[in-house]
């Protein structure tokens, strides 16, 4: 239909609401095209899905797990649940996709990352926080494909590795021929963290550039070749993108 929706949770009511965006700003009001009850306790969760992708006619719904693994290191996973649509969310399945924490000081961890959706490939992209490791799922076939940043030759030699705070991701947008990875060199020590540095890759996990901003951004999106940003006092910046 040419359409652009928009998936969105209300915590109140246990609903996910479709909203048409295209017809919401022609009409200039809020058009709800599908309601799809879920709630998250009768489901067997503690807590409702971060994000939720739509594809290949179903909803992803994204979840951290809270589980400790690997000795004294913490792995988490960040699961991906498989929903058949209906009058509600039926759960069908679950893919993993680990990341893992590190210690920021005695009493702070972070488990932080960031993940970005490609509806014309149907694949979501997902940089690791604290790990140089960006993974890419195929929500057609189910597989996860991991890249490593620098010279790491596998996902477990970065998990292996003790000194894994060189590239730090604060935030991650795409389009649909690329991935941008907002990073910043060394562990932060200020929380929201921002960077100036974005590696860019395209969806097969190749990296194409390294871009530098001149201001240190919190947060990112793309349009096309325009990169917009926000710093931590929610000043608001464009930079036209030029290889």
Same mark, same amino acid.
């Given at each position: 239909?040419?359409?652009?929706?928009?998936?969105?949770?209300?915590?109140?009511?246990?609903?996910?609401?479709?909203?048409? $965006? *295209?017809?919401?700003?022609?009409?200039? #009001?809020? $058009?709800?095209?599908? @309601? @799809?009850?879920?709630?998250?306790?009768?489901?067997?969760?503690?807590?409702?899905?971060?994000?939720?992708?739509?594809?290949?006619?179903?909803?992803?719904?994204?979840?951290?797990?809270?589980?400790?693994?690997?000795?004294?290191?913490?792995?988490?996973?960040?699961?991906?649940?498989?929903?058949?649509?209906?009058?509600?969310?039926?759960?069908?399945?679950?893919?993993? @996709?680990?990341?893992?924490?590190?210690?920021?000081?005695?009493?702070?961890?972070?488990? *932080? *990352?960031?993940? #970005?959706?490609?509806?014309?490939?149907?694949? $979501?992209?997902?940089?690791?926080?604290?790990?140089?490791?960006?993974?890419?799922?195929?929500?057609?076939?189910?597989? &996860?494909?991991?890249?490593?940043?620098?010279?790491?030759?596998?996902?477990?030699? &970065?998990?292996?590795?003790?000194?894994?705070?060189?590239? &730090?991701?604060?935030?991650?947008?795409?389009?649909?021929?690329?991935?941008?990875?907002?990073?910043?060199?060394?562990?932060?020590?200020?929380? +929201? +963290?921002?960077?100036?540095?974005?590696? &860019?890759?395209?969806?097969?996990?190749?990296?194409?550039?390294?871009?530098?901003? +001149?201001?240190?951004?919190?947060?990112?999106?793309?349009?096309?070749?325009?990169?917009?940003?926000?710093? #931590?006092?929610?000043?608001?910046?464009?930079?036209?993108?030029?290889?």
């Amino acid at each position: 239909k040419e359409e652009w929706g928009m998936w969105t949770y209300d915590r109140a009511k246990g609903e996910y609401k479709l909203i048409n $965006i *295209s017809r919401s700003v022609k009409e200039n #009001t809020t $058009i709800v095209d599908s @309601i @799809i009850k879920y709630n998250n306790v009768k489901a067997g969760f503690r807590y409702a899905f971060g994000k939720v992708y739509f594809g290949h006619n179903y909803i992803y719904g994204r979840m951290q797990e809270y589980k400790q693994e690997d000795d004294d290191e913490i792995c988490v996973p960040v699961k991906y649940y498989k929903c058949k649509i209906s009058n509600r969310l039926e759960i069908i399945g679950d893919i993993n @996709i680990y990341k893992k924490g590190v210690s920021i000081d005695e009493n702070m961890h972070s488990l *932080s *990352s960031y993940d #970005t959706y490609n509806p014309f490939r149907g694949e $979501i992209a997902l940089a690791m926080g604290f790990l140089p490791q960006l993974n890419i799922l195929n929500l057609e076939d189910e597989t &996860v494909k991991g890249y490593c940043y620098e010279h790491y030759s596998s996902f477990k030699s &970065v998990l292996q590795n003790r000194k894994e705070d060189k590239w &730090v991701s604060v935030d991650i947008a795409s389009n649909e021929k690329y991935i941008y990875v907002l990073t910043t060199e060394g562990c932060p020590k200020l929380f +929201p +963290p921002c960077g100036n540095i974005i590696n &860019v890759f395209d969806w097969e996990g190749n990296p194409i550039h390294r871009l530098r901003t +001149p201001t240190r951004l919190s947060s990112i999106s793309i349009d096309q070749d325009l990169l917009y940003g926000q710093d #931590t006092d929610y000043n608001c910046y464009q930079y036209q993108i030029e290889y």
